[in-house]
T-cell receptor, first 109, second 114 residues
Framework: GQNIDQPTEMTATEGAIVQINCTYQTSGFNGLFWYQQHAGEAPTFLSYNVLDGLEEKGRFSSFLSRSKGYSYLLLKELQMKDSASYLCAVRDGDYKLSFGAGTTVTVRA | DAGITQSPRHKVTETGTPVTLRCHQTENHRYMYWYRQDPGHGLRLIHYSYGVKDTDKGEVSDGYSVSRSKTEDFLLTLESATSSQTSVYFC?????????????FGDGTRLSIL
């Protein structure tokens, strides 16, 4: 089966930076996605990496190292509305998505 | 926002009863998926469809069946619901499975089996 690990919880202060790590072991690799999910809501797409390196989208950046089976999502200039669960998902060799259990980020004033 | 509607949004039923959840899309996307989300497990794929009448099993398909008779509708059926199937169910759609085509999710159905 697929194995995708990310921390369960993280807490940070408004205006700070938080880095959410994701490690994976999957049968095949066809891209890595990050989703944001507010409590009681649907996951929403944040970013996609398929090549090694950093992808930047405003306050959010995502990094991938395929040789290490590692990705991170960087959230800068944290705002209260960033309090949510962040899901790492890997598209495997069969082009299906496998999700990590999610990291709950709490932003404190 | 992706045009995805799940119904019902909430349902409470008893063990042993049949339950059908509906996912309706207005995007004309080829791929549709059913996931369940439970604490500590993240999203797990139940079944997916890659076209009308074309479906396949996911990671946790036991106890579930699906049907897709039209591009826009994907139905998930629990033939005889059990308490272990209490969960939040999400439908997702995607235009394709290649490149940077992400899946987009519906608002979910909260199902409680008593």
């Amino acid at each position: 089966g697929q194995n995708i690990d990310q921390p369960t919880e993280m807490t940070a202060t408004e205006g700070a930076i938080v880095q959410i790590n994701c490690t994976y072991q999957t049968s095949g690799f066809n891209g890595l996605f990050w989703y944001q999910q507010h409590a009681g809501e649907a996951p929403t797409f944040l970013s996609y990496n398929v090549l090694d390196g950093l992808e930047e989208k405003g306050r959010f950046s995502s990094f991938l190292s395929r040789s290490k089976g590692y990705s991170y999502l960087l959230l800068k200039e944290l705002q209260m509305k960033d309090s949510a669960s962040y899901l790492c998902a890997v598209r495997d060799g069969d082009y299906k998505l496998s999700f990590g259990a999610g990291t709950t980020v709490t932003v404190r004033a | 926002d992706a045009g995805i509607t799940q119904s019902p949004r909430h349902k409470v039923t008893e063990t042993g009863t049949p339950v059908t959840l509906r996912c309706h899309q207005t995007e004309n996307h080829r791929y549709m998926y059913w996931y369940r989300q439970d604490p500590g497990h993240g999203l797990r794929l139940i079944h997916y469809s890659y076209g009308v009448k074309d479906t396949d099993k996911g990671e946790v398909s036991d106890g579930y069946s699906v049907s897709r008779s039209k591009t826009e509708d994907f139905l998930l059926t629990l033939e005889s619901a059990t308490s272990s199937q209490t969960s939040v169910y999400f439908c997702a759609i995607s235009e394709g499975v290649y490149s940077n085509q992400p899946q987009h999710f519906g608002d979910g159905t909260r199902l409680s089996i008593l």
